[in-house]
């Protein structure tokens, strides 16, 4: 008789957290409803709406956006969680589509070549040392592998595509997310201070973005906030690196013996190849890229609220110090190998 399977104590934790902690005090009170033009309005609702338009605008960038919507979590809480979490992966392909009318396809080439023995190198590298870490630390097969495929290709993507292929439990998606979107928060606020730091030029803080970065969203965010040669360098080289959730998505299939899975395309690449294209060989589409692609910024930018407002503290805590210290440990390796390799080779 086969035996059950048994979660990590993270993994129990975080099915038994609720998604946000309603606040007491002060900040329970933006839960009460109150009546404005003959509707029900609470506070937090007012002070969400309120924070959404002000990314809308040209100040809100992607990091502050992040730290809007973190701070929205952890006081009066998110009140439209399960919406904001239906429109963020919807909302971020939608803007790296429209990210694609503002590039050249041959430029988007060049880049493509360059970073595709960085990808070859570090992806392989990462799932073999998360496989090694993961067992050091006692951590469930699984967790470890689906934290593993979000550090070495892109972030909650990978995760998602990876996931139904091992059949792994909602509870272990939460852990591998949780993880690696936390990573993603300190990724973004961190990266632009230390290109700026070590003089990184355009080109190489882009490439570094899109190798050490788990997430498109936090990559595009980063790069944005360094430059626009390093948005178009990053956006290609991580798109071009997503594209190998197919391969690894195959071969976990075979490594942990699943039969009758079905691999999830990331079609949202197509489209920006297809805008890329569009944008390089349509002449008479040109005048319309700076829009689209204004448009693709502001989305990304809204993006990145609804992710902070998504890790409240509760999440956060519930995840566990294993999975983080995993994540940790793959995500300083990466970095570090590859911002070596970026100054001695680009």
């Not at 993880?179 to 990184?200: C, D, E, K, R």
């Not at 430059?227 to 290609?236: K, N, S």
């Not at 890229?289 to 990145?304: E, F, N, Q």
Request: proline share 6%; with cysteine; glycine share 10%.
């Amino acid at each position: 008789m086969p035996r059950p399977t048994l979660l990590p104590p993270a993994a129990k934790r975080l099915a038994t957290a609720p998604v946000s902690t309603p606040p007491t005090g002060f900040f329970g009170r933006c839960h009460t409803p109150h009546l404005v033009l003959g509707h029900a309005v609470t506070g937090s609702q007012l002070v969400f709406g309120t924070l959404l338009l002000f990314c809308l605008t040209p100040w809100a960038s992607p990091p502050v956006a992040l730290a809007l919507g973190l701070l929205l979590a952890q006081t009066v809480g998110n009140p439209f969680s399960r919406h904001t979490k239906w429109f963020t992966t919807r909302l971020l392909q939608y803007s790296v589509v429209g990210l694609g009318f503002g590039m050249n396809a041959h430029a988007a080439v060049q880049a493509g070549r360059e970073g595709i023995l960085f990808t070859v190198a570090s992806i392989g590298g990462t799932l073999v040392l998360g496989y090694v870490v993961g067992r050091w630390l006692g951590l469930g097969r699984r967790v470890v592998h689906l934290i593993s495929c979000g550090t070495a290709i892109c972030g909650g993507s990978a995760i998602a595509a990876v996931g139904p292929v091992l059949r792994a439990q909602d509870e272990e998606m939460s852990v591998a997310l949780g993880t690696v979107f936390v990573l993603n928060a300190l990724a973004l606020f961190a990266f632009p201070p230390i290109g700026h730091a070590l003089a990184l030029t355009q080109h190489q803080f882009g490439l570094w973005c899109a190798i050490a970065i788990h997430d498109t969203s936090s990559v595009v965010g980063a790069a944005a906030a360094y430059g626009d040669e390093a948005l178009q360098v990053a956006t290609t080289v991580k798109l071009a690196r997503a594209l190998w959730i197919i391969p690894v998505a195959l071969g976990t299939a075979l490594a942990f013996k699943q039969k009758g899975v079905k691999v999830q395309l990331p079609y949202f690449i197509l489209g920006f190849v297809l805008a890329m294209l569009v944008n390089t060989y349509v002449p008479a589409a040109r005048p319309l890229g700076p829009a689209l692609v204004g448009l693709a910024k502001t989305g990304l930018t809204v993006t990145l609220f609804f992710i902070g407002a998504g890790l409240s503290m509760a999440v956060v805590k519930a995840v566990g110090a294993r999975p983080y210290l995993l994540g940790a440990l793959l995500w300083l390796a990466v970095s570090c190998v590859s911002l070596w390799t970026v100054l001695r080779v680009v």
